[in-house]
């Protein structure tokens, strides 16, 4: 049986997502770290995806192309793809159920897929992606290949940061009804204000937006709450807008923390403390453990990858 990626990683000492940059992106390992995966695939025999001559056609599918997260996902997938010269077929599914069980039906004629936080129940896409081989990003699927944002430390950082600067009520701007992401960020949230004794309000769905984060202002302003954690940075900064709006400024009145660090959570003013996900570089381990899939080796590996707070200024002690 040909060796995987996770062979080389076990062989190495190292996670999965260390030894696929050795392949795809050297130059941010060690020389040693480097040394070490290069010395195992050696051993194993391992061959890597970039070395097949073969071009192959990857669906991608995203529930919103137009969210920076998933553009930033794409340009990963596409920058990694492209060492082996394979090609990128995209289908956005526009945070519609329908539209994404139909685009899933017509990437499953390609010769591999990944699909992108994917809203439709496991069983469903389970069915719907029949003997195509494919890989989960952002959700976790029993028996599937998954590539996961880690969603317990960064978020457990946020509280941690917010009680730590006097923080005692605390409200949660949800995402999307039915993205598996907004269920795990809501319950590690949930957690980490328990564990420092911290009342939180959860807030209705809204869409992954500024225009959902605009949606939630109101409810998050009459929450009385000192601080909100958005869904993502788009909520989080039409939450900010919203807010001001109502004459409540951001941090002088309400403390406001992001997900995802998306380029502009830096630009605004004030710029957003939020948590950083690992995009780039889940989408360059998904393009890896497919096509080590497509090339027939047995991959159910869960791969997760870390998160970390940003302060920035959008954050501060809650007034007096």
Not at 10 to 16: H, K, W
Not at 245 to 269: F, H, K, N, Y
């Amino acid at each position: 049986m040909a060796a995987t990626l996770t062979d080389v990683a076990r062989r190495a000492g190292v996670s999965i997502a260390t030894a696929s940059r050795a392949f795809g992106e050297p130059d941010r390992l060690a020389p040693g770290t480097l040394g070490r995966v290069l010395e195992a695939a050696g051993e194993l025999g391992y061959a890597t995806p970039q070395s097949a001559t073969t071009t192959r056609t990857l669906g991608v599918v995203v529930p919103d192309v137009a969210n920076p997260v998933y553009a930033t996902l794409l340009k990963a997938i596409q920058g990694q793809a492209w060492h082996g010269r394979h090609r990128i077929v995209l289908f956005d599914a526009d945070e519609d159920l329908h539209r994404e069980r139909e685009q899933i039906e017509q990437a499953r004629k390609l010769d591999g897929m990944l699909l992108c936080s994917p809203r439709l129940p496991d069983e469903e896409v389970l069915e719907l992606v029949g003997d195509t081989p494919y890989v989960v990003i952002n959700r976790l699927i029993e028996g599937a290949s998954c590539v996961l944002m880690d969603a317990e430390h960064g978020p457990g950082q946020a509280i941690e940061h917010l009680a730590a600067l006097g923080h005692t009520h605390i409200a949660y701007a949800a995402g999307p009804r039915g993205s598996w992401a907004d269920v795990r960020r809501a319950d590690a949230i949930a957690r980490a204000c328990e564990r420092h004794g911290i009342r939180l309000t959860r807030l209705s769905h809204h869409a992954a937006s500024i225009q959902g984060g605009r949606a939630a202002s109101a409810p998050a302003a009459a929450s009385g709450a000192s601080a909100v954690v958005a869904y993502n940075d788009l909520v989080a900064l039409g939450l900010e807008a919203g807010l001001l709006e109502l004459g409540r400024r951001c941090p002088a009145d309400v403390s406001i923390v992001g997900i995802d660090d998306i380029d502009l959570a830096g630009a605004v003013t004030p710029a957003l403390t939020t948590v950083r996900m690992p995009i780039e570089r889940s989408g360059a381990l998904a393009v890896d453990l497919l096509l080590q899939a497509m090339a027939g080796a047995p991959v159910s590996d869960v791969a997760t990858l870390g998160s970390q707070l940003i302060v920035r200024a959008s954050t501060a002690a809650p007034a007096t």
